[in-house]
């Protein structure tokens, strides 16, 4: 079984983003979907820390410390990168201005539900802007390991850590798969395998019913 590395997973979920498209890239692989955005087509990147507008990640001798994002890495700007306050960019966030939200996850349940900010019992980062995404964004893609470092599926009938947001995720993207659902009222479907992965290695590795 072979599957998508980080690298293609974001280059996957980077198809599903179309031209005039506000976009929110929650920390770690997300971030790496900037990398893989079309050049054909025109995506501003929104950070909650108040950037809109995101440059590419810089090169070391452009690094600027000041310049960060929500995630506390360093980024460039670009000639229409705008600045606005936390509250200004919790507005957008909140008033419904962004198209979609790529974030990671720890659990996604078979109903939509997304846990990805903390694991009881573990130092707390923070649940960060995650819970006013998951409300205000118009569409959720998770970017996430099929299973977990012990071999556990992380999509799941119910989730076992704690809720970021019930019914919220419209398509997971894997390792091994992508799946999407119609609406926050159907079923997830299994609707592509990563090269060398079979229906049946998806179906052993994951908890959640889904239409195949």
């Known amino acids: ?33 900037a990398n893989y955005i079309d050049d054909d087509i025109d995506v501003t990147l929104q950070s909650e820390n108040g950037i809109l507008g995101l440059g590419p990640f810089p090169t070391e001798d452009a690094v600027d410390a000041d310049i960060i994002n929500a995630g ?29 939200s790529i974030l990671g996850a720890m659990e996604v349940s078979q109903g939509g ?3 990805n900010w903390m694991v009881p019992g573990k130092m707390v980062k923070g649940p960060g802007g995650a819970m006013d995404l998951v409300a205000g964004v118009k569409r959720i893609i998770v970017l996430m390991d099929h299973v977990d470092k012990a071999g ?5 009938r119910e989730n076992t ?9 419209d398509m997971i993207v894997t ?6 659902r119609e609406n926050r009222s159907s079923p997830f479907r299994l609707i592509e395998l990563a090269p060398g992965v079979t229906a049946q290695d998806v179906a052993e590795r994951t908890e959640a019913e889904y239409l195949a």
Do not use: C
């Open 72 to 100: 506390k890495q360093t980024i460039t700007e670009l000639r229409r990168t705008a600045y606005v306050s936390s509250a200004d960019s919790f507005a957008m966030i909140r008033g419904g201005h962004i198209d979609a």
């Open 175 to 180: 390792d091994l798969a992508v799946f999407e």
């Open 1 to 33: 079984m072979t599957g998508w590395t980080r690298e293609q997973m974001a280059a996957r979920a980077a198809r599903e983003l179309d031209d005039g498209f506000f976009v929110n890239l929650g920390i770690g692989i997300p971030t790496l979907v």
């Open 152 to 156: 556990n599926p992380k999509f799941r």
């Open 113 to 115: 539900d997304l846990s």
């Open 161 to 169: 850590l704690p809720y970021t947001g019930r019914n919220v995720v």
